[in-house]
T-cell receptor, first 115, second 113 residues
Framework: GAVVSQHPSWVICKSGTSVKIECRSL??????MFWYRQFPKQSLMLMAT?????????EQGVEKDKFLINHASLTLSTLTVTSAHPEDSSFYIC???????????FGPGTRLTVL | AQTVTQSQPEMSVQEAETVTLSCTYD???????LFWYKQPPSRQMILVIR??????QNATENRFSVNFQKAAKSFSLKISDSQLGDAAMYFC??????????FGQGTTLQVKP
């Protein structure tokens, strides 16, 4: 099956700093990538959708200046949390949409802790 | 707007027994896909089963099967011969014309030995 990786799997940072999370599709080209946020024991909340070479589309209530998304190639998307604060601490998951397949392939997630 | 509802926050089943997880959805679209995902403690999302709305036949994957009732907008998951490794959070999800997955609230399944 299609594999998506995320790096890092776990990161701790100080309040006010920025953190970049990478999402890579290893064996397929992801025309569209999605970024989700998940709090403990809750469902996945879609943050944004990005298409290769285009600006990301953010869901209502998600600050686009805080959560910068870049989808520079068909195999790489990045999420940068800028000026992170403790309330940004969460589990971030990316997924890639394989062309021609109505299915998203999920990365293993990144746990962000902001001190 | 489309919505997905899982009304069972927690379920419990004895090992080797059968359990059914409920899911209802609301949509005005005619073409869509439905999924059940499993999220174990590792938090890796794993696709369990998918159903195309235009197919009347219920999808089956080994011990996992669905009961897809399109008119009632119901999509339940049946797990037969439950195993300890089935313990996880299960999410029902919908995708339609937007390509965005809409998830239900999730059901935590406990499997008792």
């Amino acid at each position: 099956g299609a594999v998506v990786s995320q790096h890092p799997s776990w990161v701790i940072c100080k309040s006010g700093t920025s953190v970049k999370i990478e999402c890579r599709s290893l064996d397929f080209q992801a025309t569209t990538m999605f970024w989700y946020r998940q709090f403990p024991k809750q469902s996945l909340m879609l943050m944004a959708t990005s298409n290769e070479g285009s600006k990301a589309t953010y869901e209502q209530g998600v600050e686009k200046d805080k959560f910068l998304i870049n989808h520079a190639s068909l195999t790489l998307s990045t999420l940068t949390v800028t000026s992170a604060h403790p309330e940004d601490s969460s589990f971030y998951i990316c997924s890639g949409d394989g062309a021609g397949v109505n299915e998203q392939f999920f990365g293993p997630g990144t746990r962000l802790t902001v001190l | 707007a489309q919505t997905v509802t899982q009304s069972q926050p927690e379920m419990s089943v004895q090992e080797a027994e059968t359990v059914t997880l409920s899911c209802t959805y609301d949509t005005s679209e005619s073409d869509y896909y439905l999924f059940w995902y499993k999220q174990p403690p590792s938090r890796q999302m794993i696709l369990v089963i998918r159903q195309e709305a235009y197919k009347q036949q219920n999808a089956t994957e080994n011990r996992f099967s669905v009961n897809f009732q399109k008119a009632a907008k119901s999509f339940s998951l049946k797990i037969s011969d439950s195993q300890l490794g089935d313990a996880a959070m299960y999410f029902c999800a919908y995708v339609g014309n937007t390509g965005k997955l809409i998830f239900g609230q999730g059901t935590t399944l406990q499997v008792k030995p």
